[in-house]
């Protein structure tokens, strides 16, 4: 039983502190989109749709920075 409020007290941290993090600025994440998509031109995009891997790779970089994921790409 102690595993189970353990397991649920980490949820529950991991979710607030996703909630503690600021927001990108919309210039900030197309910023991370030119340079994604210059990676993406580069190295490839390891078989993952364009849209599939500039999300994954802007988030990628966000995550670095400290700012909460995105869940599309901004035109």
């Known amino acids: ?3 189970i409020w ?3 007290g980490l949820v529950f941290s991991a979710t ?3 909630d503690d993090r600021p927001v990108a ?3 900030l994440v197309l910023e991370y989109k030119a340079y994604c ?9 390891d078989g993952l749709s364009l ?17 909460q994921p ?3 790409i901004p035109s």
Do not use: H, P, R
């Not at 999300?55 to 670095?64: A, K, M, P, S």
């Open 1 to 3: 039983m102690k595993y």
């Open 25 to 27: 600025s919309k210039e």
């Open 6 to 8: 353990l397991v649920a």
């Open 16 to 18: 607030a502190f996703a």
């Open 37 to 45: 998509a210059e990676l993406a031109e580069d190295e490839g995009t």
């Open 51 to 67: 849209d599939e891997y500039l999300l994954i790779c802007i988030n990628e970089e966000l995550d670095i920075e400290g700012y």
């Open 70 to 72: 995105i869940t599309s």
